[in-house]
């Protein structure tokens, strides 16, 4: 039996699986941070309701990463402190994020953790690992869908110029 078979969490990780696992778990914690920030600037309920979703989905993440990083030996990389809830009427207007700056920008991180994921998904040889990030990408996927909609029912998604016509 080589080293590469049986139960994969007795297989050791290789270093891109080491870097793509303590890198997502260091971005998953300063996401944590990024999203508690934007919910004290929000003011709309279903973008509230979509930002504790990801720090949520955020926050399982590190678990999982940490507990995996900590289980091979890996010390992972430590929490960021924890941001103090604000209201929304003691942030000044020119220093707020408005609600269509934070979904665009939620927006555009969801689609990067997608990639990211597909990427850590395809370097894994440990499946475990693998199913982990493809966890993540299904969760991240639902979680971009409902983004999507979010910006297209409350007019915050600008489209690109659009054909309407083919040319003759």
């Known amino acids: 039996m ?39 600037h929000a003011g709309d309920n279903d973008l509230k309701k979509i930002l504790k979703d990801l720090i949520d989905q955020a926050s399982l993440e590190i678990k999982e990463l940490d507990k995996l990083l900590t289980d091979n030996g890996i010390a992972p990389a430590p929490a960021l402190p924890e941001r103090p809830e604000v209201k929304l009427e003691d942030i000044p207007a020119g220093a707020r994020f408005t609600d269509p700056e934070i979904a665009a920008t939620i927006a555009m991180e969801t689609a990067a953790g997608l990639v990211a994921c597909s990427q850590a998904m395809g370097q894994s040889i440990r499946v475990d690992i693998g199913a982990l990030f493809a966890k993540y990408h299904l969760a991240m996927a639902g979680l971009g869908v409902r983004i999507l909609q979010m910006n297209k029912e409350k007019g915050w998604l600008i489209p690109p110029p659009l054909q309407m016509k083919q040319p003759e």
């Open 2 to 40: 080589g080293i590469l078979n049986g139960n994969p969490k007795d297989e050791p990780m290789h270093y891109g699986e080491i870097f793509v696992v303590w890198t997502a778990s260091t971005v998953a914690k300063g996401a944590v941070s990024c999203y508690k920030a934007y919910l004290n």
